[in-house]
């Protein structure tokens, strides 16, 4: 049958190719309103003189822009070219080349040396993938005979590789006779993998093109191989050997492209007859011949010669080399002089911080979102919620491209575009730091002389810092992993029935990006001081804490007054679901939560969440609330169970707090009962919800105590509570300088405030007004609630809302208090912590606990024992007018 | 026909819901983190049990037990997404050495068998 299918422009020859099939390639990258960023030297002014300096600017023209010559359709190509984007001292190599894959273009090669792990093969394969869809072959010169670029002896396994499917098959089965095992272990080591002893798999395309030093041996192996295990004499299982052209001539033939990865490790002096090809290649000559020194030999068949004619070239064929520093070991070797000549190497600059963070962001995001505001800064601020669609198209995009979704952490993290530009920006400047501290070479000339006896070449290799170790370090942090408890956390061991399996609590299923910037960070202290401090460096441990200091990586390392004027990374990057500035969003969430939780408190309602409430019902709902001015009124917003006014539209209610305090000042008695009190799982219910629980939390507080405390000056006596006694009798100045009233009061500039609650509870014992204790950091988001069980439906979004929740009766009770108060307090001082405890007791009474009367109590001790009573309750009432959200 | 039967809703095709299923599956995998691999390509390992047979399914996802069918669904450009079977006879390091020589960016899953 005629194949009429025409081939691709890429894989015609120059001479064959029309302008209509050249244009056809073409995709324009850096136009006015595309403009693509570029790195480059520029002169700048500075008090009247100009000097050259090293700028990020863009390519911004229609007449000549940059030009991908590609078979992929445009879109593809420039949701790769933005997310893949190199680093932007790599960007002038990527410009460079651009320009020699032009068609027309007779150099068609790139060399490029740098350090390790700098981005030199991914750079050079983005290239080939910009063009086509076809992989591009890298190509492992390391220890090889480059002679084999031309004409190489390979294994020939005939039609339909069957003599390795066979033997892969036995292999996948365990049923490979052990001399055959033990045959194949003795192959070459690079294409046969071993584990607990036996052969786990065979490369068998990399043994097909095994060097040719080592073929004939792996020929004789699989020889006996195939007749030990009977397959010699089945149809197609044909092994023979074979010359043919090599990978090189391959690639000019097909018009493709190829990276020669790590070339000055090639074996010495074995590329001397390719030195007319590269004068081929890179445009000096326009025709070359090389012969095949393999023909001929053991009677093998193959092509005895082959020339290289410029006529004949394809804009696919491009070859890019790959070179590692000198310094980088004894198997680089320096090239000789015709081929430094001839290739013209390009050497990679050492990162500098806008490298790192732009690395540090696409490993994190997807793409580099630091180079693209930086580039676009003006645009980016001005309308921050288009820039950042604009960014999530390119991922998504570029996820279509390569067949998978966007993982939600990206999807997340790239709609607060903003945290990751300001985290990555800290965490490139101490990864910066790290790699200075680390590098042997230069740590006497860059800054860090005092390191001299503890980082050395060996260190340097193993433990220096370079982007692979970045990639580590994320792929550690994005997993949700157990984590290790405090070393003085109490542990309970049950010591029976150990042959069942543990029952589990029900599952608290976490989002990936809620504590993100957490696992983050902690990791990072813990790499710091594993490579550092525990291996006998304190210097340098001191000096990389000191960097994780510097650049605010955890909330603990802000100094107090720096705390207010920047954010840390761990902050940054630990980022809720309930953060969605979208409403919409906010709605959907809070409409699953109420709905789980309506599900679970009575298991009869078996309607799904539209029948329960419509989206529209909740939008409108959140949406009064959020306009509501509610913290000066104590207005709160609950859960509505009442099925009358629920299925009237109304899944949220009003309520209120009264204070027993203003009772007492004005003298009046209270006027409400336990049927007025709002029911503890109905206020629980409203934290867990997005909007509702943040409003709520910001209606709690008072300033109802002062009065009292004005009017009580008379009586204050030693009898008081502590922190009550510091402000009683003294009015005025004094109160205004109690901290533990500020916190009570949620006004202190430390951002820590608690307060207490009286809600109502029901269990076997009846209905009684229960406690509900909150400890709160602003700053931080993070909320302590003490109180009795909390539904279950509730808890997975308790997490999202920054809300701990602990269960008074808990056995485990105090140790979670403990845990989440560390949690709160991190960073503040001991004297903070101290006035917290006071700050307590201004509505509490320590001593109406007969366990507590007459000590000094924790608060841990005080925020679980349900029988420390309120002085002054602050009861959570049904609202009069019963008003509910959004009517 | 009478309106009712107009109205009543069509059950959603069966091929739709496995679609659908494998989409979810293969969030949940990406929920636990990539292996970064070389040329951009990622790798998410996921237990074995439904999700796993979803994504094995999911007639967009080719499956691969061995080198070969590893290396030459990366060589297909109509590929996009590969799964590794938990019996392949593919260790992580050949992974990684498959993907550096190939330069091409796709989606991997590995099934993986729990303890």
């Known amino acids: 049958m005629k194949n009429d299918k025409k081939p691709s422009p890429l894989k015609t020859p120059m001479k064959d190719l029309k302008p209509e099939d050249v244009k056809s390639l073409e995709r324009p990258l850096g136009t006015s309103d595309r403009p693509y960023p570029m790195w480059g030297s520029q002169r700048i002014e500075h008090n009247g003189r100009a000097d050259l300096e090293q700028v990020l600017s863009v390519i911004a023209d229609d007449t000549y822009p940059m030009k991908v010559f590609s078979e992929r359709p445009y879109k593809e190509v420039i949701a790769m070219a933005y997310c893949d984007m190199p680093t932007p001292s790599m960007l002038p190599l990527f410009f460079d080349g651009l320009e020699r894959r032009k068609p027309d273009s007779t150099n068609r090669t790139q060399m490029m040396i740098g350090d390790p792990g700098a981005g030199k093969s991914f750079l050079g394969a983005l290239q080939g993938r910009l063009r086509s869809k076809e992989p591009v072959e890298v190509l492992d010169c390391g220890g090889k005979n480059m002679r084999e670029l031309l004409f190489e002896m390979v294994l020939d396994f005939g039609a339909g590789d069957a003599l390795p499917k066979s033997i892969d098959k036995r292999l996948q089965a365990g049923t490979l006779e052990p001399m055959s095992m033990a045959l194949l272990k003795a192959l070459p080591s690079e294409v046969v993998s071993i584990e607990d002893g036996t052969v786990k798999s065979i490369d068998w395309n990399g043994l097909k093109a095994i060097n040719n030093d080592k073929v004939e041996a792996a020929f004789e192996t699989l020889k006996k191989v195939s007749k030990i295990e009977g397959l010699d004499n089945a149809g197609g299982n044909a092994l023979g050997m074979n010359s043919q052209y090599g990978p090189l001539i391959r690639k000019f033939m097909a018009g493709e492209e190829i990276v020669l990865d790590e070339y000055n490790k090639s074996r010495e002096g074995t590329d001397d007859n390719l030195q007319t090809v590269w004068q081929f290649c890179i445009g000096e000559l326009k025709e070359c011949t090389v012969e095949n020194p393999l023909k001929n030999k053991d009677a093998t068949a193959g092509p005895s010669e082959f020339t290289f004619r410029r006529e004949d070239m394809k804009p696919g064929f491009f070859v890019t080399l790959t070179g590692n520093k000198k310094e980088d070991g004894v198997t680089t070797r320096s090239l000789n002089k015709s081929v430094y000549s001839r290739l013209s190497p390009q050497t990679l600059p050492d990162p500098d911080v806008i490298d790192w963070q732009h690395r540090i962001c696409q490993m994190m995001v997807g793409l580099p979102v630091s180079t693209l505001y930086t580039t676009f800064k003006e645009q980016a601020d001005k309308d921050p919620d288009q820039f950042g669609e604009w960014l999530l198209w390119l991922r998504r995009t570029k996820a279509e491209v390569e067949g998978g979704k966007v993982p939600e952490l990206q999807e997340t993290l790239l709609q607060n575009w903003k945290n990751v530009v300001n985290s990555s920006e800290k965490l490139a400047r101490f990864y910066d730091k790290w790699q200075k501290m680390t590098d042997a070479e230069k740590i006497t000339s860059n800054g860090n002389p005092d390191l001299v006896e503890e980082v050395d070449d060996e260190y340097s290799k193993k433990e220096g810092i370079d982007f692979r170790k970045i990639k580590q370090h994320l792929e550690e942090a994005i997993p949700i992993r157990p984590r290790m408890l405090k070393e003085d956390a109490p542990r309970a061991l049950d010591l029976k029935a150990w042959e069942k399996v543990p029952s589990l609590g029900e599952p608290v299923v976490e989002n990936s990006s809620l504590n993100f910037g957490t696992r983050l960070t902690e990791f990072l202290e813990r790499m710091v001081y594993e490579k550092s401090g525990a291996v006998g460096k304190p210097k340098l441990y001191n000096k990389l804490q000191k960097a994780m200091q510097e650049f605010a990586l955890r909330d603990i390392t802000l100094q107090e007054a720096a705390r207010s004027k920047q954010r840390s990374v761990e902050e940054d990057l630990n980022i809720s679901a309930f953060n969605d500035r979208d409403l919409t969003k906010q709605a959907k969430m809070a409409r699953n939560v109420f709905c789980d939780f309506l599900r679970q408190s009575n298991p009869e309602i078996k309607a799904t969440n539209d029948e329960i409430v419509t989206p529209k019902t909740f939008v409108d709902a959140l949406t009064a609330i959020s306009k509501a001015e509610t913290a000066k009124s104590n207005e709160l917003f609950v859960a509505n169970r009442d099925p009358e006014s629920l299925y009237a539209g109304h899944p949220l209610v009003s309520a209120i707090i009264k204070d027993a305090a203003t009772y007492v000042a004005a003298k009046k008695e209270i006027d409400f009962g336990l049927n007025d009190l709002v029911h503890h799982d109905d206020f629980l219910a409203s934290l867990a919800m997005p909007t509702v629980g943040a409003k709520n939390l910001t209606a709690v507080w008072d300033q109802n105590l002062r009065p009292l405390m004005t009017n009580r000056q008379e009586a204050a006596n030693a009898n008081t509570p502590p922190a009550a006694a510091a402000g009683a009798g003294t009015p005025g100045p004094v109160m205004d300088l109690d901290e533990s009233l500020y916190i009570a009061e949620n006004r202190s500039d430390k951002k820590i405030a608690t307060t207490s609650l009286q809600v109502l509870w029901t269990d076997e014992q009846g209905e009684r007004p229960v406690s509900i204790h909150i400890v709160r950091n602003e700053t931080r988001n993070k909320t302590l609630v003490v109180s009795e069980k909390a539904p279950s439906k509730l808890l997975s979004a308790f997490k999202e809302a920054g809300v701990i929740h602990v269960d008074r009766n808990d056995a485990n009770a105090v140790t979670k208090v403990e845990q989440a108060l560390a949690e709160i307090t991190r960073g503040l001082t001991p004297s903070v912590k101290e006035r917290l405890v006071d700050a307590f007791k201004y509505r509490n009474d320590a001593d109406s606990s007969p366990a507590l009367k007459g000590k000094e109590p924790k608060l841990t001790e005080l925020l679980v024992d349900g029988n420390v009573e309120m002085m002054y309750p602050k009861y959570v009432i049904k609202n009069d007018k019963k008003k509910a959200a959004g009517m | ?115």
């Open chain 2, 1 to 115: 026909m009478t309106q009712d039967a107009t109205n009543r809703q069509q059950p959603v095709p069966s091929e739709l819901l496995e679609q659908v299923a494998s989409a979810v599956a293969q969030q949940k995998a990406m929920d636990g983190g990539p292996t970064f691999l070389p040329h951009g390509c990622r790798l998410f390992r996921i237990a074995s049990g439904w999700e796993s047979n979803m994504i094995r399914r999911d007639k967009g996802v080719t499956s691969c037990e061995t080198l070969l069918e590893f290396e030459a669904a990366l060589r297909n450009p109509d590929v996009k997404v590969v799964f590794l079977t938990a019996d392949a006879i593919i260790t992580d390091a050949d992974i990684e050495k498959i993907c550096q020589r190939n330069g091409v960016t796709k989606t991997l899953f590995k099934e993986v068998k729990e303890a």
